[in-house]
């Protein structure tokens, strides 16, 4: 009897006992009803340097032009994602930005700014108002922007996953560079390391391909990102996101050459 008894006990436990998962379905979806608290923490350092002849560097620091030139900056965000009741398919949501802290006291977007939307289909929030104290139109439409580029950043499309397993996302933007524009093509890959407690971690890398417009062949650039991502498989949220970038340009100009190195930092925290 006792020996069938500690027999019971060991089969009880093996079958609770939780086994490393090897697969799952990658799919974000916002939950209706549900508060999302987030920490946005952004670094960056841009150095710009000068070379060529001495009479046309002394030329640029007569004008004031520092060479080299490092700017470093740092914030650090709290905001809160709501959603509310479905709607069909649909959900309405509202960002709130509460407090932010800047290494040179800049905030980009201020404290109290609120932007409403809707999350179609769960999982692609899409902004259509802003309030913000102060604020005249053309600023809220700066900031409608650029928020809605970060979240879009998020949108995924939904892939089953085994361990070792990868899927892409191409993205674009561009910059503005000696009156004219640089496009940037991003193409990002994200492999799936590790499943444990229903949470899934990811290898993240970039790839950038940069092309001027209306600038001649002098120009060239190149980039890339590293990072890491926790994703969350019970509530189908990131919960961490992590992505160092670098990026370096080179042009020659009439007199003398310009290089830029860039290197930002990004990591985002999600809490239920």
Do not use: W
């Amino acid at each position: 009897m006792r020996k069938i008894i500690v027999f019971i006990l060991l089969l009880t436990q093996f079958s609770c006992a939780k086994h490393p998962q090897d697969s799952l379905t990658f799919k974000i979806k916002y939950q209706p009803d549900t508060k999302y608290n987030q920490t946005t923490e952004r670094t960056s350092q841009t150095v710009i340097k000068y070379t060529g002849p001495v009479k046309s560097l002394s030329r640029l620091k007569s004008m004031g032009v520092k060479n080299p030139n490092t700017v470093n900056r740092k914030t650090l965000t709290e905001s809160a994602l709501k959603t509310g009741r479905m709607i069909g398919e649909d959900c309405p949501i509202s960002l709130e930005y509460i407090k932010t802290t800047s290494s040179d006291d800049i905030k980009d977007i201020p404290d109290g700014t609120i932007l409403k939307g809707l999350c179609l289909q769960g999982n692609k929030p899409v902004f259509n108002t802003v309030k913000s104290e102060g604020q005249d139109d053309k600023y809220k439409s700066a900031i409608l922007q650029s928020v809605q580029n970060t979240y879009s950043q998020f949108t995924f499309p939904e892939k089953k996953l085994k361990i070792g397993e990868e899927f892409t996302v191409e993205s674009s933007r561009s910059m503005p560079m000696d009156g004219s524009k640089i496009d940037i093509a991003i193409v990002t890959h994200y492999k799936l390391i590790s499943i444990l407690n229903n949470l899934a971690n990811f290898d993240i890398s970039q790839d950038y391909t940069l092309n001027s417009v209306l600038i001649n062949n002098s120009f060239k650039g190149t980039g890339s990102g590293k990072g890491t991502m926790v994703y969350d498989s019970t509530n189908t949220i990131i919960l961490n996101y992590t992505l160092n970038t670098d990026m370096e340009i080179n042009k020659t100009l009439d007199s003398f050459e310009f290089n830029l190195k860039a290197k930002s930092g990004f990591i985002q925290t999600t809490k239920l």
